[in-house]
């Protein structure tokens, strides 16, 4: 062990973390009045027509349409949203077995895009089997974009956050986030009661309604994994197979945020430790730290933070700016570890690093789409003190990225906090009910042991939430599982055309290890508002 660990404050913020998410769990969020409409209403909308045509001109083989959705699910003939929609039609029409829907993470990541971009990567199995099917979910790209913030506002906090927040950042999170609710509230005010997760998996029915099909087969990651959750438990009989990889938590996302996050916090913070505990291992592979880099990395944050890297954009890259990056990056697993460690030797010499690059405008879409829908998703309780006893104990057990992640700007997952006890919009769309699925057919949890952003934990809950959850592991570092895993992608291939999931208990263990530079890996400078399935390795 660290010198640090030994630290009695460090056992001290730790005890206050575990005190105050015990007391988040027995608060939760304020249960409510369901604002979403049953199953049985959403067959009184009409089902969209799909005009399919070229898409935006590109020739990938991919067509395009638009499906008309109710903005409010509990006024089928009210007025209404245009939701993007692509497909690709099964390679193999005389063997073709129905559609394959790709969700991305996010939430604000645009489907059309995921599937197009994802399409390569998938087996020939599944590409013959399927027609690849994507769509923009509500309030995302190019079916109505949530809008808050303008670029330049955008710009101003998370250029002015700090990778060591002083004195006053609290009090500072609190004021930002109220300004960025009021300005969601002023440009996209009509949509945000409704771009929640029980309206789009009721517009999913709907597209599958549109698309011909009894069944849908449906493959969501990271918090598409929460979608098919909820479209699950509202339409089980509709679903044929169902892959939840990255899986949520439901009930505690939903319902006890602060415990939800609090587990994030400390996830993401144990993925970039064990990544700094290898590169006090191997010094030459990594090239970061000199045999110390928990401290070197610390004291990076602080001197980018006190004399700023000036950008090609000429915009300035802070120790926020390198946390932020971290954050998405870390994601990637094991084999980017060595490019990790080069892009930190090269901030802390001041030199070009994919590390120091400032959230760009496309990230702030993402972002905005990120904070809307987790704010109409989820209840924290309507306290001032309990939001800064709660943050103060989550950026305390994470000391390397808690910090400033937690007391920034609104951006992402787990620093909502501030913004979603201010928020200006009813729960309108927030799915409210079991979460068990009773009825579905099996459907496959993947949870990936070292998972950063969605602990592995949540996916052992899900599997065991679901009436038909069956959870398949993977023993790894990284976000996600299918395709970075042969393993973990032949048993979910399998699954998807043959309908039969795997044994209980199975453990997949094949990460591909830390990879040598100059091999490049094609996820290393990934922006975190690109989602794609990775090429099977």
């Known amino acids: 062990m660290t010198r640090s660990a030994h630290d009695p404050r460090r056992y001290l913020a730790w005890g206050a973390s575990l005190v105050l998410i015990a ?18 209403e959403v067959g009184a909308a009409s089902v969209p027509v799909l005009s ?21 699910h509990r006024r089928p003939s009210g007025p209404t949203l245009a939701l993007a929609v692509t497909r690709r039609p099964a390679a193999d029409p005389a063997h073709r077995t129905g559609v394959l829907v790709l969700h991305p993470g996010g939430p604000g990541n645009s489907g059309v895009d995921f599937a197009r971009n994802s399409y390569e990567a998938l087996p020939a199995s599944l590409r013959d089997a399927f027609d690849v099917v994507g769509y923009d979910m509500r309030g995302v790209a190019r079916s109505g974009q949530v809008e808050c913030w303008d670029d330049q506002t955008y710009a101003t906090a998370v250029d002015g956050a700090r990778g060591a927040p002083g004195p006053g950042a609290l009090r500072q999170a609190v004021r930002q986030a109220a300004d960025f609710a009021a300005a969601c509230r002023e440009r996209s005010g009509d949509l945000l009661p409704f771009v929640g997760t029980g309206s789009n998996a009721k517009d999913l ?16 990651r990271s918090f598409g994994s929460y979608v098919g959750t909820v479209y699950a438990a509202q339409f089980p009989r509709r679903v044929r197979a169902m892959v939840l990889d990255g899986a949520y938590d439901p009930r505690r996302y939903a319902d006890v945020p602060y415990a939800y996050d609090a587990a994030q916090f400390t996830a993401l913070d144990a993925a970039v430790g064990r990544f700094l505990d290898w590169c006090g291992r191997e010094v030459a592979a990594c090239g970061f730290g000199e045999g110390r880099p928990r401290q070197a990395f610390q004291a990076l944050k602080r001197d980018l933070d006190a004399n700023p890297v000036i950008t090609a954009s000429g915009r300035p890259a802070t120790g926020y700016t390198l946390a932020y990056r971290l954050m998405f990056n870390i994601n990637a697993g094991k084999e980017i570890w060595p490019y990790l460690g080069q892009a930190l030797r090269s901030a802390q010499a001041r030199q ?7 959230p760009s405008p496309a990230s702030f879409d993402f972002l905005t789409v990120n904070t809307a829908v987790e704010c109409a998703d989820r209840r924290y309780p309507d306290s001032r003190p309990l939001l800064g006893a709660f943050v103060t104990a989550e950026t305390a057990s994470a000391p390397l990225l808690g910090p400033p992640i937690g007391w920034g700007p609104p951006t992402y997952d ?54 038909g959850g069956r959870l398949l592991t993977f023993d790894a570092e990284g976000h996600t599982a299918y395709n970075r895993s042969t393993c973990v992608s032949g048993l979910v291939d399998a699954y998807l055309t043959t309908l039969v999931v795997p044994p209980p208990g199975t453990v997949c263990a094949d990460e591909a290890p830390p990879e ?22």
């Open 414 to 467: 787990h620093n909502h906090a501030p913004a979603c006890t201010q928020w200006p919009a009813e729960r309108l769309s927030r799915f409210e009910g079991s979460y068990r699925a009773a009825g579905s057919a099996p459907i496959l949890v993947l949870g990936t042991t070292g998972d950063p952003d969605t602990p592995y934990q949540d996916a052992v809950a899900l599997a065991g939430t679901l009436d």
């Open 23 to 40: 007391i988040a769990a027995l608060l939760g969020g304020v249960p409510g009045a369901s604002g979403t409409a049953s199953a049985a």
């Open 516 to 537: 040598p530079l100059g091999l490049r890996t094609p996820v290393v400078e990934a922006d975190e508002a690109r989602d794609v399935i990775p090429t099977r390795r």
């Open 352 to 358: 070009a690093s994919f590390l120091l690059s400032p």
């Open 205 to 220: 029915d709907l597209l599958r309604q549109a698309l011909g099909e009894e069944t849908l087969t449906f493959y969501g």
């Open 52 to 72: 399919w045509g070229p898409c935006d001109g590109a020739k990938d083989g991919f067509e395009c349409a638009t499906a008309r959705v109710p903005l409010d």
